[in-house]
């Protein structure tokens, strides 16, 4: 099956930082989500991708959709204590009734 | 408004118990889906419904079984619920194909 490689694994960074994480696919997509979970709760989307090459802002967050389709990135500004939560990627066909793979995960840790 | 609301929050089983977790949303959505989430590791797609009367099974189907009640409600049935079992379950919805999946806060189940 598809199988998405979410990378890095943890992060800890200082308030202030950037961060920067990336998703890679062994096959395409037409659509990409990045999705924040905090302890407790369920995934909330953060930003949704619907295009190639495609560059969305979300506040602090910038999210881009690769060109090949097969990958994407989130870069988070100058990180506050509440970007902490463990942050996903999914990968979706928008004809494909909505099911959505997603990677395993990237662990934010933001000391103040 | 409450979105996605799942009962119970948490549940302790023994090694063949059966049970059903149940989840229903408020949105009027069409599609409904269950994940698992272990952990260090991403959502998992189990069972879905992409319109009431028809269900489908994801990427991890076996042991469990689903019933979409009605446009609001979609059950999940343990039937002989194992260790492997253990785990955190989502329930998520969205309107249509390309559209938003809003996850519920999760079922915590433990088999022991």
């Known amino acids: 099956g598809q199988q998405l490689n979410q990378s890095p694994q943890s992060m800890f960074i200082q308030e202030g930082e950037d961060v920067s994480m990336n998703c890679t696919s062994s096959?395409?997509?037409?659509?990409w989500l990045w999705y924040k979970q905090d302890p407790g709760e369920g995934p909330v989307l953060l930003i949704a991708?619907?295009?190639?090459?495609e560059l969305t802002s979300n506040g602090r967050l910038t999210a881009q959709f690769g060109i090949t389709r097969k990958d994407s990135f989130l870069n988070i500004s100058a990180s506050i204590p509440s970007d902490v939560g463990i942050y996903f990627c999914?990968?979706?066909?928008?004809?494909?009734?909505?099911?959505?793979?997603f990677g395993d995960g990237t662990t934010l840790t933001v000391k103040p | 408004n409450a979105g996605v609301t799942q009962t119970p929050k948490f549940q302790v089983l023994k090694t063949g118990q059966s049970m059903t977790l149940q989840c229903a949303q408020d949105?009027?959505?069409?599609?409904m889906y269950w994940y698992r989430q272990d952990p260090g590791m991403g959502l998992r797609l189990i069972y879905y419904?992409?319109?009431?009367?028809?269900?489908d099974k994801g990427e991890v189907p076996n042991g469990y079984n689903v019933s979409r009640l009605n446009k609001r409600e979609f059950s999940l049935r343990l039937e002989s619920a194992a260790p492997s079992q253990t785990s955190v379950y989502f329930c998520?919805?969205?309107?249509?194909?390309?559209?938003?999946?809003?996850f519920g806060a999760g079922t915590r189940l433990s088999v022991l």
């Open positions: 949105m009027n959505h069409n599609s």
């Open positions: 096959s395409i997509f037409n659509t």
């Open positions: 991708l619907y295009k190639a090459g």
């Open positions: 998520a919805s969205m309107a249509g194909l390309g559209n938003i999946q809003y």
């Open positions: 419904s992409a319109s009431e009367g028809t269900t």
């Open positions: 999914a990968g979706r066909w928008s004809t494909n009734a909505g099911k959505s793979t």
